[in-house]
């Protein structure tokens, strides 16, 4: 007689978030950013959002996570393809990786990485980013667990809106008038 063990039911499905999640997603953003304690994006930034992700071509794609058949997300991942030079292969870079607090040590953020790391495997990739705030010890810890390493050698920069404007200000030559 042979035994045949069958899994444990799944208690977190992944799946792409469509248009109609639009609003469970900018849920999901906010309470990342009040997790983060940073203001979150406004109505014109949550429009873009939505225009920017579901739209052909979409800019970014973002991954939901539900808890055991749960209805409402609680969980999600936010990614976008750059590319490398060097590699001549895509970077998967994921901007976000948000587990809502009642939701946490559940294995549902784990889950929702390695789901993120099979795609960059699936899709070709030559590697995989992203950042995490420095006071996020929890987060630092797990991504070492599955094999990540924090990058040294290389620092993060960033222009703003408000720099990027100044900038152009400097170097353009205000319009004539007519």
């Not at 045949?4 to 639009?22: F, G, H, L, M, Y």
């Not at 469970?24 to 990342?32: G, R």
């Not at 953020?109 to 030559?126: D, E, F, K, Y």
Request: aromatic share 12%; glycine share 4%; charged share 20%.
């Amino acid at each position: 007689m042979t035994i045949v063990e069958t899994p444990q039911p799944a208690k977190v499905t992944i799946r792409r978030a469509t248009r109609s999640d639009a609003g469970e997603l900018l849920k999901l953003i906010v309470a990342l950013a009040e997790f983060e304690k940073l203001p979150p994006p406004d109505a014109a930034a949550q429009q873009r959002l939505v225009n920017d992700g579901f739209s052909e071509p979409a800019r970014f794609e973002s991954w939901l996570a539900f808890w055991d058949g749960a209805k409402q997300p609680v969980a999600y991942a936010f990614l976008f393809e750059t590319y490398s030079s060097f590699l001549a292969r895509p970077t998967l870079y994921l901007e976000d990786i948000f587990v809502l607090p009642a939701f946490r040590r559940k294995g549902i953020g784990s889950a929702l990485l390695r789901h993120c790391i099979q795609m960059v495997h699936q899709r070709g990739c030559g590697r995989m980013e992203w950042t995490c705030l420095d006071w996020n010890t929890k987060a630092q810890a797990a991504y070492k667990q599955l094999g990540a390493h924090q990058m040294n050698e290389w620092f993060l920069y960033r222009m703003t809106s408000d720099e990027i404007a100044k900038f152009v200000q400097q170097v353009e030559p205000p319009a004539e008038a007519p």
